[in-house]
């Protein structure tokens, strides 16, 4: 079994000198790592957002960042190392309901019970993500299918009701680019 501490993800943002030139302004570990007590392993490592129509030197903004949204019109770009799922359905409700409670508090979950949902981190958010996935296998489970994702393989998340699960007994990583999108009512 792979060990569950991860170093940070590094961030290297770029910029321009005071002479107009290229340059790196930041490097090092983002400031807006996030990870659940009662989960060891979890970790959220938001990376950047942009505000609506934003230029592209302005300042970053990710320290504000709260749950899984991204700013209206904007967009956050995060990594979340996912331990493997505890295999008892109450333990892995916990989890789940610990994960939620500290990071997510703003996705929306579907009024349906644990028992009729496919799994109970089942949420959706008006956004279109990106998810790229990085190392491990993770399973993203939608209402009416589900599908292995491992390192190399991108999903494009559209705004509908889904979870992911970590059933590989291994650490995952995955990489996510969440856009704002329109709500249709």
């Not at 490592?45 to 709260?66: G, K, V």
């Not at 494009?156 to 969440?178: D, E, K, M, Y």
Request: proline share 10%.
């Amino acid at each position: 079994m792979e060990k569950l501490s991860r170093p940070p993800i590094r961030r290297i943002v770029t910029g321009l000198s005071e002479k107009g030139r290229s340059c790196i302004t930041e490097d090092g570990a983002s400031p807006a790592e996030l990870t659940v007590q009662t989960r060891p392993g979890y970790r959220v490592t938001n990376l950047w957002r942009t505000l609506a129509a934003q230029p592209f030197d302005a300042p970053d903004s990710i320290t504000e960042h709260q749950g899984v949204q991204p700013p209206d019109g904007g967009t956050v770009l995060r990594i979340i190392d996912v331990p493997p799922e505890p295999h008892d359905s109450e333990s892995r409700q916990a989890a789940v309901e610990a994960t939620f409670k500290e990071m997510f508090p703003d996705a929306h979950r579907p009024s349906e019970t644990a028992d009729a949902a496919p799994h109970p981190a089942m949420h959706k958010t008006p956004t279109v993500d990106f998810a790229l996935m990085l190392e491990g296998e993770l399973t993203a489970i939608l209402d009416e299918q589900e599908t292995v994702i491992r390192a190399g393989d991108v999903l494009i998340q559209r705004g509908t009701n889904h979870a992911w699960a970590n059933r590989s007994g291994n650490p995952a990583r995955i990489a996510f680019v969440l856009v704002d999108a329109p709500r249709r009512d």
